[in-house]
Antibody, heavy 118, light 109 residues
Framework: EVQLVESGGGLVQPGGSLRLSCEASGFTFSSHWMSWVRQAPGKGLEWVAN????????NYVASVKGRFTISRDNAKKSLYLQMNSLRVEDTAKYYC???????????WGQGTTVTVSS | QSALTQPPSASGSPGQSVTISCTGTSSDVGGYNRVSWYQQYPGKAPKLLIY???KRPSGVPDRFSGSKSGNTASLTVSGLQAEDEADYYCHSYAGSSYVFGTGTKVTVL
């Protein structure tokens, strides 16, 4: 079964750090671009970052540039999001997603929740 | 990068059609044929319905169709069913980044 499972969410104070993980199974992880997408409580979806198969290209939404770093380990079939200098407005459920069709995210995890609060 | 503009809500009776618009700019929707659409139920992960403006992944009913004209993309749901009641989001490539729409809640009357 094709599956993505996120972990690493939790409660953190403003200015703190957190590392999210996403473990893939059921498909050739190394063949796909991967993305992080977030959704604040009661709000819409926001694309956060994506990464090419060989890590040679990484892109970020402006609001997280310089604070978040996307990475992957193809041997471990895992995607990561290192989040530093967290702000209250980063509070959201974070989803990892596979780009399995051109410019479309066809497989999604169940999400992991990040709460930034003092 | 500003969110793409969608109507907050849309509705229709079972069997009718509903069309959701998604308006961007020449830097995103209008500049590329790289618009996708997602369906999301409350508390669930999004599901891909359409990619590259009008292509359907396997398993998505042909009741769902996409199109684009200029800076506006559209999703049409034909033959509305009760299970189509959900939130819908458009999503566009914007040159090394991506942007989602504001979302539309579809209600089946």
């Amino acid at each position: 079964e094709v599956q993505l499972v996120e972990s690493g969410g939790g409660l953190v104070q403003p200015g703190g750090s957190l590392r999210l993980s996403c473990e893939a199974s059921g498909f050739t992880f190394s063949s796909h671009w991967m993305s992080w997408v977030r959704q604040a409580p009661g709000k819409g979806l926001e694309w956060v970052a994506n990464i090419k198969q060989d890590e040679s290209e990484k892109n970020y939404v402006a609001s997280v540039k310089g604070r978040f770093t996307i990475s992957r380990d193809n041997a471990k079939k895992s995607l990561y999001l290192q989040m530093n200098s967290l702000r209250v407005e980063d509070t959201a459920k974070y989803y990892c997603a596979r780009e399995g069709v051109p410019y479309g995210r066809d497989v999604w995890g169940q999400g992991t929740t990040v709460t930034v609060s003092s | 990068q500003s969110a793409l503009t969608q109507p907050p809500s849309a509705s229709g009776s079972p069997g009718q059609s509903v069309t959701i618009s998604c308006t961007g700019t020449s830097s995103d929707v209008g500049g590329y044929n790289r618009v996708s659409w997602y369906q999301q139920y409350p508390g669930k992960a999004p599901k891909l319905l359409i990619y590259e403006v009008s292509k359907r992944p396997s398993g998505v009913p042909d009741r769902f169709s996409g199109s684009k004209s200029g800076n506006t993309a559209s999703l049409t749901v034909s033959g509305l069913q009760a299970e189509d009641e959900a939130d819908y989001y458009c999503h566009s490539y914007a040159g090394s980044s991506y942007v989602f729409g504001t979302g539309t809640k579809v209600t089946v009357l």
